[in-house]
């Protein structure tokens, strides 16, 4: 079924998602639908065995007895593919992906598909080949190759490994359950498209540079600008003669790695905005990540074995196998092998090297001495860095430890990775750096319990981090924001400065500012609440009672037989969240009334006084703001308002109330 707009002007959006680290979201303006990406949310793969060339028995697991299958003549047949690895239940079938919900839209509607990086696009295939999709598909030319790099390896990881599908399926109640995840929609999941589809769905998609300008059927101008997260990753501007609308997909502001950075002027002053792609690891700040996988990596090597590093055959990659090979020359150990081992490793490297207009200045200007922007042309040439498509008898020939590995196929279901793991796994010097924000690493080495090879975690993900994400929506400055839901409701991001509107998974969102802010009910309130039924009794003094008792309804929203309450609360408001609580406490306490102006200047010396002396000032039509940088909090001194922005931190956000209190006199 198609879901519809509910705003007046025929503006709204719908997650088909929901994930905002896998975006899939359907944009429906009055005389265009467009879907913004089409992920493919791969974190399934973790509910199924590895898929094995050559089948061990240390991670087939024992058949899980609790899964069985009626049949129409005989006992229930215990289904064989559902095995039991150390208490945690996975399945020994073909590997099966969430994709986004397209049955809940009119896919025959949609006119426009934007793609905002290569890792956004894996579910295109599913779209083309398969639907009756039959719109235009907009992508930069490095997201288009890198794109189709990234589908021909996962297809031949599986299709070196078949693995049949049982004759009883598996997709039941009982084994749902128990599944590790969210797998409770499973018989939605489908399996990997064909070689073929990758190809036919890129085919279809028009490449387009940064800055280059697309009027589709005349009623929206389309632009791309760099978000900085990789090669030819972008963010999208459609202006309409009544709106501007931004898209802003998974964007990093990093201003040390390869990519174009990201170029927020051209983000701004935007009506709508809708935002997706979040880091999935909040709290691993990638500099700290990046020098413990660097350590870790030394350290193995310096010991003699192998360091195991699973990777994307792009994005990331290209900027480790770098730092990779500069600390291994500045722990005297230039001469120690590295191998990348993926079907689309050499096709990936040497793209990378051609891209000039798509990196960042250093990178670029690199290509003018003339050198070769990527420092891996080089260790190619001196075979420091040596490049296979799977682990051939060419790869084992040239193997030999110390090395360093990077190899295809993060989630170690399938592919070079999965493959390593099981042939150091009697090597307890090895180790196995996670670098991969995508995948919980408690589930991905579950098949590998009994392996000896040391696992470390250290998700590296430059996407834009919850600090980030504030501050670049106060720049932007949007009316509307929309973004996926938080955990415990409402937008995933707030937003002072004009209207927040969560995505929730297929429920059409209008985007239009609500009459009314959303506040929720404490618990201790909640329980101090008793409902009465509402009797409306109408005397017959009144002539009109038909028509009373309709201005009774209307007015009120109240009916003969509800129930309702009469509530007295106290209204707390936190960082743009409104909580109703109990009044009592309050009622005795006389209110204080402060008065003075706040001056910005003043505001700076009294934070200073309390020891707040690490302060950037940022001046705005409307407001300056006074950012606190060491404690990602800030202070907005508008012209009729003053709010405090403080995450989770009450002390902090008293001692900047006191500060600010010092300057007021109290009536």
Known sequence: MAAAASADDGMSVTSLSDSPQFPCVLLQMPRLTILLDCALDTTTALNFLPLDLIPKATLAGNVWHGATQKTADGPPKVLHSVRSLDGRVLLHEPIEYRLPRFELVDVASIDIVLISS???????????????????????????????????????????????PSRHGWKVPDVLAVLPGRALDALLWQGLYTAEEAAAAVHRCTAVSYNEKRVELGAVTITAHPSGYGIGAANWVLQTPEQRIVYVGASSGSSDRHPAPLHVESLVNADICIMSGFTQVPDAVPEQMVNEMLGRVIKSVADGSTALLPVHPTGVVLDLIELVMTRLAEAQLPTVPVFFVSPSAKASLSYANICGEWLCQSKTERIFMPEYPFLHAEYLSTKLL???????????????????????????????????????????????VLTCPDYNMEALV???????????????DPALRPGEIRRLVTKLAPKTLAVHPAPDGGPLVQHKGGTAVDMPLGVPRALRPPEFERAVISEG??????????????TSEYGARASLRKFLTLCLQVEHGMSAVGVTARLNHQNYKFELGPSEIHRKKKRRVLLGSLQTARVVQALAKRGFRDVAIEQRESADVIRLVAFDASI????????????????????LRDSIVSLLTEL
């Open 386 to 432: 040596q490049v296979f498509p799977a682990l051939t008898s060419e790869f084992t020939k040239a193997y030999r430890e110390p090395c360093v590995i990077f190899a295809d196929q993060p989630d170690l279901r399938s592919g070079p990775a999965a493959q390593l793991v099981k042939m150091l796994s009697g090597k307890p010097e090895s180790c196995c």
């Open 446 to 460: 579950a098949p590998y319990s009994r392996a000896k090879v040391k696992f470390l975690a250290c998700p590296i």
């Open 525 to 538: 309130l909640a329980n101090t609440l008793v409902p009465v039924q509402v009797c409306i009794t109408i």
């Open 118 to 164: 290569c890792h956004s696009m894996l579910a295109l295939p599913y779209l083309t080949e398969r639907t009756a999709f039959s719109g235009v598909i907009y992508a930069t030319e490095p997201t288009r190759r890198f794109g189709l790099q990234m589908m021909e390896a996962m297809v031949a990881a599986e299709t070196k490994a078949p693995r049949r």
């Open 636 to 655: 907005v001194l508008g012209h009729n308002h003053t709010d405090i922005i403080v995450e989770d931190n009450e002390t902090l956000r008293q001692a």
